[in-house]
């Protein structure tokens, strides 16, 4: 079923293009690992035990939230986990338990990347370019290939089969490869791609933010850069955008550095507003002057280093709220992790911020989503923006859009499938594998997502 009609945030006629959220819904190995290097969260809470069955529904929580504020919100599926082609791909034989079992015998931190629920965070699943930024009319997508971490490069196969049944239509939507999985073309997707726009359904500034640009640009000395420039570049020319409306720009060293590895940790955009640190980009000024030259509009609230610290901002994923127009209401809400609202100066920052009238922020509101949050993963990272036109609208699969009915269905599928606990031992165990194979299986109906899964297939 497709959600209710939305009202334009615009008023009477203006065309309806809304600005739709896919979520990623976790999975039921979600653990902590440690997997991300230059991902503060990540490695400080390598060894808690976690709880897979309360951060799916977390998540659903959010879902179910922003679809009851009158969002189109949409869901991706999970992947299949831990991936035994992947083990067997690296030589280990046998029956899939023995598999698992000399895996975690022999190469116990392959075994913890093969297990990761990490395409949650479906902020890195693709880059998307809304149709009316595209030469040829169609709103297009590129997988990417999060060649900078060995259990993040294991999602794309699976996220591009999902996102071509979601987005099944070729007459609407244009699916692209993924770039080579290689350091040089290193692509985390949207979390470093911001679109602003007077009007969801007007041309856009395309804005692609890079850690790694040429040799003369400054790098960090602690953290790697995930994205280049030559892979945003690339991105750029398959969507077919025009060059005088895609913007580049670095990502300051020093933020990578402090633990910024996505730019969607310190800046968030949405529709004419731009929202950032102070510390986020190289040359901020710069940044703002080519981006009203585009597009005249363009506002920014830029936060400064002595109201919010890059450390406070990451500890507390301040800059990756989602920032939404709520259909009837004016200017921006924001939608941050409860750990915004447990530090003070954040909290007073967004207090501020929502108070002052000349500040397009108008509201606030505050999501618990502490499992994801302890893997480094806020409100933004956890969700795919996709601008969609009435008739792509209707293109897309109608079982993967959130309505109450199928929030219900998945907690109750939730609660069917999910543990309420995991550490890294109970990943070789075969019963896991089995669990979420009938799992994921069960979901591809619940969504009519067809067999996307390799066990599906095989
Ligand atoms: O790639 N964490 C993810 C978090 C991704 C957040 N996404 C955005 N900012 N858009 C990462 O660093 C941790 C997994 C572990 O340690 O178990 C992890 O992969």
């Known amino acids: 079923m497709n959600p209710q009609p939305h009202l334009s945030p615009y008023g009477a006629g203006h065309t309806l293009v809304i600005e739709s959220n896919f979520d990623g819904l976790v999975g039921p190995t979600h653990n902590y690992a440690g997997l991300a290097h230059g991902n503060v969260a990540s490695a400080k809470n390598a060894t808690l035990p976690s709880n897979p069955r309360e951060a799916a529904l977390q998540g659903l929580g959010k879902m179910r939230a922003l679809c009851g504020m009158g969002l189109a919100q949409g869901v991706l599926p999970p992947q299949e986990r831990p991936h035994i082609p992947t083990l067997k791909a690296l030589g280990f034989t046998g029956k899939d338990s023995e598999v698992l079992a000399k895996t975690a015998r022999e190469a116990p931190g392959l075994l913890a990347a093969v297990s990761s629920a990490s395409s949650m965070w479906t902020a890195n699943a693709a880059t998307v370019s809304p149709s009316a930024d595209c030469a040829d009319g169609k709103l297009h997508f590129t997988p990417a290939n999060l060649a900078s971490h060995l ?32 350091p040089a073309m290193g692509d985390e997707g949207a979390a470093n791609h911001t679109r602003l726009c007077a009007d969801y359904g007007a041309a856009g500034v395309e804005l692609f933010v890079y850690g790694q640009g040429s040799d003369s640009e400054p790098k960090p000395t602690k953290y790697p850069a995930r994205q280049t420039r030559a892979a945003s570049e690339a991105v750029a020319r398959l969507h077919g955008l025009r060059a005088t409306q895609t913007v580049y720009h670095q990502q300051a060293p020093s933020a990578i550095d402090m633990g910024v590895f996505h730019n969607d940790v310190i800046a968030v955009g949405n529709r004419e507003l731009l929202f950032f640190h102070q510390q986020a980009f190289v040359d901020a000024a710069g940044l703002k002057k080519q981006l009203q030259a585009t597009l005249p509009t363009a506002c920014f609230v830029e936060v400064l280093d002595t109201e919010v610290s890059v ?40 207090q501020r ?11 606030v509101q505050v999501f618990d989503l502490r499992q994801s949050m302890h893997n480094g993963g806020g409100p933004a990272c956890l969700r795919l923006r996709v601008v969609l036109t009435e008739a792509e609208r209707a293109a897309v699969n109608a079982q993967s859009w959130i309505t109450p009915e199928k929030a219900d269905a998945l907690e109750a599928w939730v609660r069917r499938h999910y543990r309420d606990r995991l550490v890294f031992a109970d990943l070789a165990d075969p019963a896991l594998l089995d669990e979420n194979r009938s799992a994921l299986d069960r979901l591809t109906q619940l969504l009519n997502l067809g067999s996307i899964y390799d066990f599906q297939r095989a």
């Not at 999902?162 to 770039?179: D, V």
């Not at 911020?353 to 509201?363: G, K, Q, R, T």
């Open 151 to 182: 259990h993040r490069s294991l999602e794309p196969a699976t996220t591009a089969r999902a996102l071509a049944a979601t987005f099944a239509n070729s007459r609407h939507f244009s699916h692209h490869a993924l770039l080579p999985a290689t």
């Open 311 to 350: 450390a406070d901002a990451v500890s507390s994923y301040l800059f990756n709220s989602q920032l939404v127009c709520v259909p009837g209401e004016k200017g921006h809400t924001l939608i941050v992790a409860q750990e915004c609202a447990e530090n003070r100066k954040v909290w007073a920052c967004i």
């Open 353 to 363: 911020l929502v108070a002052d009238p000349a500040c397009p922020i108008n509201a």
